[in-house]
């Protein structure tokens, strides 16, 4: 069983920067490909960053050269940096991730709000 947990969410300008953080409790981390996704008020959940194990990255075209997802294998966490935000990434933000034995687990998110 792999939990989930995301911090970093608030309130922040437009033109902010907000970091999100997930720390993924399973033992598997290092091998799971690990992505953030987000969900806005009467929209579906869509993905807006993954990291596989080895480091490849993957962007939504609207995120693409404002944010970075990373990871720190050593803390089990990956993370979303967000620079440049628009009102249109205001959004709950979840974290899932896939384990080598091909099970997705989600976290309970957390909401970013950007005002302008």
């Known amino acids: 069983q792999v939990q989930l947990v995301e911090s970093g969410g608030g309130l922040v300008q437009a033109g902010g920067s907000l970091r999100l953080s997930c720390l993924d409790s399973?033992?598997?981390?290092?091998?799971?490909?690990m992505a953030w996704y987000r969900q806005a008020p009467g929209k579906q959940r869509d993905l807006v960053a993954g990291i596989s194990s080895g480091g490849s990255t993957n962007y939504a075209d609207s995120v693409k050269g404002r944010f970075t997802i990373s990871r720190d294998n050593g803390k089990n966490t990956v993370y979303l940096q967000m620079n440049s935000l628009k009102l249109e990434d205001t959004a709950v933000y979840y974290c899932?991730?896939?384990?080598?034995?091909?099970?997705?687990?989600w976290g309970q998110g957390t909401q970013v709000t950007v005002s302008s």
């Open positions: 899932r991730c896939l384990t080598p034995s091909g099970n997705w687990y």
């Open positions: 399973g033992s598997t981390f290092r091998f799971n490909f």
